[in-house]
């Protein structure tokens, strides 16, 4: 498949967290709103590593009024992609795809996890989510289950700091739609192939 990442990326390198407090100007954030129009959803990215199996990074994407991405202490960015502390908006189909294909290598996979849900339960995890301030190093799983924990038909999702306990739980819930991300070059630049798993199944 066609390489998805700019070259702006070259310089960008995978950790597992780590962020610095940001804050993009009025201006550039709404200049950067995008509404995708599908139904409202929030969708769990958990980064695998393909030879422990341990999940290294816990992301939500939230589409709601509009589509952002809390990438809490994650190092992925974009000039096209203004930040508030971890919070990215405009995330487009082709931000959405530069964000998988820059975790998605030969030592990890991604894994995508939808749920379906309410235009109220939408914004109140974007408002969750913009509200909660720079993570710090380390606390990505804990600030993720922060987030979507208690929200209304996320009751069974944990408070913990691994990954993969929140992505076990998001297996659970009903209608979640599932995809595993895989590439196999050693470069962040290489493209993604799709391997969809039925709800429920171990990736």
Same mark, same amino acid.
Not at 92 to 97: A, D, F, P, S, V
């Given at each position: 498949m066609r390489r998805l990442a700019a070259p702006l990326l070259m310089t960008l390198t995978l950790a597992a967290c780590g962020a610095e407090p940001v804050w993009a100007p009025d201006e550039a954030v709404q200049k950067a709103r995008y509404v995708s129009g599908n139904q409202p959803s929030i969708t769990l990215y958990t980064v695998v590593n393909k030879r422990s199996g341990e999940g290294a990074h816990s992301a939500l994407m939230i589409d709601g009024s509009e589509r952002i991405l809390f990438d809490p202490a994650g190092t992925w960015q974009y000039p096209?992609?203004? =930040?508030?502390? @971890?919070?990215? $908006?405009?995330?487009? =189909?082709?931000?959405?795809? $530069? *964000?998988? @294909?820059y975790h998605a290598r030969e030592t990890y996979d991604v894994l995508e996890q939808t749920v379906r849900v309410s235009p109220a339960v939408a914004a109140q995890a974007m408002a969750r989510a913009e509200s909660y301030g720079a993570v710090n190093k380390a606390f990505c799983g804990n600030s993720v289950s922060d987030v979507v924990r208690g929200l209304p038909g996320f009751e069974n999702v944990p408070a913990t700091f691994f990954p993969n306990r929140i992505s076990r739980a998001f297996s659970e819930l009903p209608g979640v739609s599932t995809h595993l *991300?895989? @590439?196999g070059d050693p470069d962040i630049q290489s493209g993604i192939r799709l391997i969809e798993h039925k709800p429920g199944e171990e990736p």
């Open positions: 096209l992609v203004p =930040e508030r502390n @971890d919070v990215h $908006f405009g995330i487009t =189909e082709q931000m959405r795809k $530069f *964000y998988i @294909d *991300y895989h @590439d």
